[in-house]
């Protein structure tokens, strides 16, 4: 849980975001909303796996 | 354009259908098949997040700062990491103390304050009042494009008040029909959430499907619409973070504060923790929530971009707001347009219905009725008192109704008034800056204890002041309501106290400076005052009891006050007994090495010693009150301490009760193991009595068998020895047939199966048979017999021959302890007193040690003098012996003989019909 | 060839007829009516056996047979054990005290000569 915290902070920190922003400026400008979408929704599935887990353990 | 009529009966309808599905609610969860007892709908009722501010709102912001409408959204998504413990945690505290309110949560963890309560209702009620005003003219915007006014807002609001006006009425009825409809606020409001629940599936289809017909219908897809994006320059930038307009720390700043309003928010406070009915949903809501959050903001980009695309995007964010419903109705889908309409409705119906319940209900409990009590800082325990007394209950609901009004008159003048030319967006963020302000005292409230009252009252007040200086004055000054000299100049002339640049910070989002300052102070006021000043009674024992919720309340912690030894142990022995103070003490005493004295001076191991005592008996926060009634400078006013016994007489009680049961078992243990003794005693008895009549049986039986054998094996034997073997082999047999006879004579008395031949008969005669029989005895051992029967005729009722059997029973023990010379035995029989026989059997042997007189009538239980002389017999003949004289209701006992043996004496009763009376047995002289 | 068997019963029948099957089989017999007498014996000459009863007054035979197995000068002495009593356990703890055989009574004469005989390593 707080390895998929820090990574989900991580994910959508500016600078990581500026970095992905300037890569994106260069290929293409929507890469950047696809990005984030697309943490997102990976954020969102790891956050399942997770406490699907958590509930076998428990 | 669609007709007024169809738009009114198309809401009407809907509204129908809300009260529809929250009555079906509330009669399921009356009937006790709750619908909301389901992971799903916990998670579709969290998305009242989402209010009319997502539905339309985002789009405007997507339209104008592109990506800036993100972090509303990522921040509830990073929050939800943090469901499974800190959401938990308020949960069970909640569910634990009965909280009812987040202004109730915050009074009760700090002290009980009313004061705290209070001001987080203003607070509340403050902030939600733009929340509010956003979604009344997100409706009324609404209402007016399904109606056909193409540009509702230009240039300066030009909506005819009386839309929005009637929209207001309209939902402020709605919400007092809906949501005043119960008094008992610790009761959840089922059919509310289910009803919420409905709408956020209405809202969402409504955004997904209008937002597809936008993206395929209108355009080709999501590839459409972002190559036409591409190709202008102005639109391509809102894809990029520098046509956010944020900065780092605005994006930030934003993130964290959306994902704090997942706690702080009233409303979502009210539908995540007060209308949880099960902790585990929280799993299911961490993943599917922000899951929901994503899928309704799929397509505002989509619709954002293609609104600019066909209108050019020349209208600014108030046109912006409401592209999801302009672009349906510009391409003649009135349909569409419809159910879009419904579904900004929805989404800001959920909302007002959910922010009304919560606000009203802290209105009424945390604000007025403390007042109208006038019951000071102890306004409501953990009972739900206001909603038990049924005289105050119209009061509340009207408490209620009056707030839900007011709440959004007050909505509605102020975006009429104060936020027109706002974005929905905006407006949000404001109210989501004010509530912000009880992040910091509820996050200490639950892991921090010693923040306290005073931090807690002045953090949140400095935070909403600054709030109130950054964010709503400039708002007032622009829009004439005040002065807006100060905005340019700094208030006083002071240039550092600007309020949309405090302190010369500039280049923020005005969000995120005041943010920044508010909470800055917020914290600073609240770590300050925790760390210096101190908690009373009430606020340390609520302080424990919130944040060690989830374990027990063991904790060191070292008292400041004084207190004498003396004064603590008359505190404990009101609980645990004089015993119990004296082994506190000793316990005390053996660790310091010295027992304290009642005159000395507790320290704080001893205070903390005697806390865990007391609070065996009564609970570790009612120990730790009732311990520092006694330390000085701890001090607690009376009626406290009789709030806090009244709790506990219950708690006192239910152990007393508990201690009584425990003895009442403890006593059927005890008459358990007895018996079980008693089985074991008598077990192993019988045990040894089989043991023992074996070696009877073996010991003739092995005799036999050897001589039997050897005469066998050996022809040649002379005859001598031959007859004498013969002779041991007919003696044993004859002792061998001896104790079986006992044996079954005894066991047939003990089972009380022997077959008593009871007649007239005369003692005399009898004990003349006796003697015949046992003539052979005495010729053999040379023992001399005396009698002397003094009467002429000793009448009983009997059985002759076992009466005969225990008489010769008598004269042969005596003779197997007759010295082998001059053996004398002597046989009695004279008239005792009140009609009893007496019979002795006196001999001149070594007589019965006294030790021994009782036991040698037990079985095997044979008296002998010496280590070589073993007597001859069965061990049963005297035992035998005092079954048959009890039989006839005598008494048989041993004492020593005038011979200077020993004296077997029994007695048996006259024959009644001799004319003899005699009731009482006499005691034989010791 | 002189080996010597010790008799011990309290019950003159068996120990008149112990001592006619020990004498018949070849041995010298002497006779304890009680465990002091048998010790007593014992502390004159060490008997090659002797055939213990258990039940006695006084000091019973598992008694008499923890003291002699005491006495390391009289570890020569082989013990045989006999007994009226029927109850499980009295043959694990007569062989626990260092009895080297356990007979209950009623035996079979010939066996017990012919155990004897065994342990004596005659015949």
Not at chain 2, 656 to 661: D, T, V, Y
Not at chain 3, 68 to 87: H, N, Q, S, Y
Request: proline share 3%.
């Amino acid at each position: 849980m707080m390895v998929l915290a820090i990574l989900a902070v991580a994910l959508f920190s500016y600078p990581l975001l500026a970095i992905i922003d300037g890569i994106a400026r260069a290929h293409g400008h929507w890469w950047l909303p696809v990005y984030m979408f697309t943490a997102w929704a990976l954020i969102i599935l790891l956050i399942g796996w997770t406490m699907s887990h958590r509930q076998d353990r428990a | 354009m669609l007709p007024v009529w169809l738009v009114a009966v198309a809401s009407f309808i809907y509204l129908g259908t809300l009260f529809a599905v929250a009555s079906f609610g509330d009669r399921r969860a009356d009937a006790g098949r709750s619908v909301i007892g389901n992971p799903v709908v916990y998670t579709l009722s969290l998305a009242v997040y989402c209010s009319a501010w997502t539905y339309y709102g985002s789009v405007g912001v997507a339209a104008t700062t592109g990506l800036a409408f993100l972090p509303i959204y990522l921040g509830p998504t990073l929050a939800a990491l943090l469901f499974p413990f800190l959401l938990l945690k308020v949960l069970r505290i909640t569910k634990t103390y009965g909280i009812t309110s987040i202004a109730d949560f915050l009074a009760a963890r700090y002290g009980k304050s009313g004061l705290v309560g209070g001001l987080v209702t203003v607070v509340a009620a403050v902030g939600g009042i733009p929340y509010i005003s956003l979604q009344l003219k997100a409706v009324a915007a609404s209402v007016t494009v399904v109606m056909g006014d193409a540009t509702p807002f230009a240039p300066a609001f030009s909506l005819g008040a009386d839309t929005a006006l009637t929209v207001t009425l309209v939902l402020a009825i709605f919400a007092i029909f809906f949501g005043a409809r119960h008094v008992d606020v610790t009761e959840t409001h089922q059919g509310m959430v289910l009803a919420i629940a409905f709408e956020s599936v209405v809202k969402l289809l409504a955004f997904v499907v209008a937002g597809s017909f936008i993206t395929y219908g209108i355009f080709d897809g999501f590839g459409d619409i972002a190559g036409r994006a591409m190709a202008d320059e102005r639109v391509r930038e809102l894809f990029t973070m520098s046509g956010t307009g944020l900065s780092y720390i605005d994006w930030f700043l934003l993130t964290m504060l959306s994902g704090m309003m997942m706690l702080v928010l009233p409303r979502q406070f009210q539908v995540a923790v007060l209308e949880n009915v099960d902790e585990n949903h929280l799993r299911t809501a961490s993943w599917l929530f922000p899951a929901y959050l994503l899928v309704i903001n799929v397509f505002v980009m989509p619709v954002a971009l293609a609104g600019l695309l066909l209108d050019g995007g020349e209208e600014g964010v108030n046109a912006a707001d409401l592209l999801i419903l302009r672009l349906p109705m510009d391409a003649g889908q009135e349909i569409l347009a419809l159910v879009t309409y419904l579904g900004g409705l929805s989404a800001a119906t959920a909302m007002v219905i959910v922010a009304t319940v919560a606000l009203s209900t802290m209105v009424s409990n945390d604000l007025v009725l403390p007042v109208l009590l006038r019951r000071g800082g102890r306004h409501r325990g953990s009972h739900g008192d206001a909603g038990e007394r049924p005289a105050l209950t119209g009061l509340i609901l009207n408490i209620r109704r009056a707030t839900i009004l007011v709440l959004l008159m007050a909505g509605y003048l102020f975006f009429k008034h104060v936020s027109g030319g706002l974005g929905l967006a905006s407006t949000g963020l404001i109210a989501f800056a004010a509530v912000a302000q009880f992040a910091p005292a509820i996050i200490a409230a639950i892991y921090w204890r010693d923040a306290n009252r005073t931090g807690a009252v002045l953090g949140i007040s400095g935070g909403f002041l600054i709030w109130l200086y950054t964010l709503i004055c400039p708002m007032l000054a622009r829009a004439g309501a005040i002065d807006d000299g100060f905005l340019v100049e700094g208030l006083f002339g002071v240039g550092m106290l600007r309020p949309e640049a405090l302190f010369a910070l500039e280049g923020l989002n005005p969000v995120s400076h005041a943010l920044v300052w508010s909470l800055s102070l917020n914290l600073l006021l609240l770590v300050t005052a925790s760390l210096l000043g101190r908690q009373d009674n009430i606020e340390r024992v609520q302080a424990l009891m919130f944040v060690e919720v989830e374990s027990s309340h063991e904790t060191a912690r070292l008292w400041h006050g004084q207190a004498r030894v003396g004064d603590l142990c008359d505190l404990m022995i009101r609980f645990i007994g004089p015993g119990g103070v004296n082994r506190v003490l000793d316990i005390d005493g053996q660790r310091r090495g010295r027992r304290l004295g009642a005159r000395d001076t507790a320290d704080a191991e001893f205070v903390l010693l005697v806390e865990r005592q007391l609070a065996r008996v009564i609970g570790s926060s009612s120990a730790r009150v009732m311990v520092a009634s006694v330390v000085d400078g701890e001090g607690i006013g009376p009626d406290q301490v009789m709030e806090i016994l009244d709790e506990t007489s219950q708690v006192i009680e239910y152990s007393q009760r508990l201690e009584q049961k425990s003895k009442a078992l403890e006593a059927a243990t005890a008459e358990l193991r007895e018996a079980n003794a008693r089985l074991t005693e008598l077990d192993g008895l019988k045990d040894e009595f089989i043991a023992t009549v074996s070696h009877e049986l073996r010991t003739p039986l092995t005799s036999i068998r050897s001589f039997s054998e050897i005469l066998l094996d050996t022809p040649e034997l002379p005859e001598e020895e031959r007859s004498a073997f013969l002779a041991i082999v007919v003696r044993e047999s004859e002792r061998l047939t001896r104790l079986i006879n006992d044996v079954l004579d005894l066991s047939k008395i003990e089972a009380g199966r022997m077959d008593w031949q009871m007649a007239e008969i005369d003692l005399r005669e009898v004990i003349d048979e006796a003697l015949d029989a046992a003539s052979a005895l005495f010729t053999e051992g040379g023992i001399a017999v005396e009698t002397r029967l003094r009467l002429s005729r000793a009448s009983i009722v009997g059985d002759r021959d076992r009466l005969v059997q225990l008489i010769v029973n008598l004269l042969a023990n005596a003779v197997k302890f007759v010295p082998g010379e001059n053996g004398r035995v002597c046989v009695e029989l004279f008239d005792h007193a009140n009609g009893w026989y007496e019979v002795r059997v006196d001999d001149n042997g070594p007589g019965v040690p006294r030790d021994f007189r009782r036991a040698i009538f037990e079985k095997f239980r044979q008296a002998s003098e010496g280590p070589k002389e073993r007597p001859k017999g069965t061990g049963l003949g005297l035992t035998i012996s005092r079954h048959i004289v009890e039989a006839f209701g005598g008494r048989i006992w041993v004492e020593t003989s005038d011979l200077g043996g020993a004296s077997f004496r029994f007695t048996l009763r006259h024959m009644p019909a001799a004319g003899h009376s005699g009731e009482t047995e006499p005691r034989a002289a010791e | 060839m002189g080996k010597r068997v010790l008799v011990v019963d309290d019950e003159p029948n068996i120990v008149t007829s112990l001592e006619f099957l020990m004498k018949k089989a070849g041995f010298e017999v002497e006779v304890a009516r009680d465990g002091a007498e048998a010790l007593e014996a014992l502390g004159r000459t060490p008997p090659d056996l002797m055939l213990l009863d258990v039940m006695m007054p006084e000091f019973d035979g598992y008694e008499v047979c923890a003291r002699i197995r005491e006495d390391p000068a009289w570890a020569g002495t082989k013990i045989v054990m006999l007994t009226a009593r029927g109850r499980e356990g009295e043959r694990e703890r007569g062989l626990d005290l260092g009895a080297d055989a356990y007979v209950t009574k009623p035996f079979s004469t010939r066996e017990l000569v012919q155990q004897v005989k065994e342990m004596l390593g005659v015949g």
